[in-house]
């Protein structure tokens, strides 16, 4: 599920509480956690709605000014079922103390090139490549990273994701850079 930067915001300071999304199965559960870039968010229940049942006050929880705009953003060129999703800020986003991590201890990085190894084992050796790219272009558009790779953007994308998830990247607003924890592991990768 994805947030505008200023849904996230609102939903961090509890003043958005709702989500309205057109889909053909629902892409959440109640329960389920997303790590965002304000923090934890967690889903508090998804339940189907009709679209002439959404309120005002359902709008203004979502972060819309009126029904008419919600409506307008969920006719968007999709099909499928509305669901009313509730959501909550949970806490601050864990890969954050993780990605400033500067004392690497060697079980550590073992624990950490084995699940490097596996990413690396699904389409071949890709992850220090990525990791030496988003070192030499910090903050470039994914796009543009990702045609450097020749590689789908979304794809590209996805594997940096794989890469934030272990604490390693930062995303910014435009591109991405390497965390400190980053640069200390691609630094040992680099010498192995």
Not at 20 to 25: G, I, M, S
Not at 47 to 53: D, F, H, S, T, W
């Amino acid at each position: 599920m994805i947030f505008k930067v200023h849904q996230l915001r609102g939903i961090k300071s509890g003043t958005i509480t709702l989500a309205f999304r057109r889909w053909e199965k629902p892409n959440v559960k109640k329960g389920s956690t997303m790590k965002t870039a304000v923090g934890v968010i967690r889903v508090t229940d998804v339940a189907p709605i009709k679209e002439n049942a959404i309120t005002k006050a359902d709008a203004a929880k979502a972060g819309y000014d009126n029904v008419d705009l919600l409506t307008y953003d969920l006719n968007k060129g999709t099909s499928g079922t509305i669901y009313k999703v509730k959501v909550k800020y949970e806490s601050e986003d864990p890969r954050l103390d993780l990605r400033e991590k500067m004392d690497l201890q060697d079980d550590e990085f073992q624990k950490l090139k084995i699940k490097i190894d596996r990413l690396d084992k699904t389409r071949g050796p890709w992850v220090l490549k990525v990791m030496k790219l988003i070192k030499r272009y910090p903050e470039q558009r994914a796009a543009d990273l990702a045609e450097i790779m020749q590689m789908d953007k979304l794809d590209f994308k996805v594997n940096v994701r794989k890469l934030k998830n272990l604490g390693l990247t930062i995303s910014h607003e435009i591109g991405y850079s390497l965390s400190p924890l980053g640069e200390i592991v691609m630094e040992r990768l680099g010498n192995r």
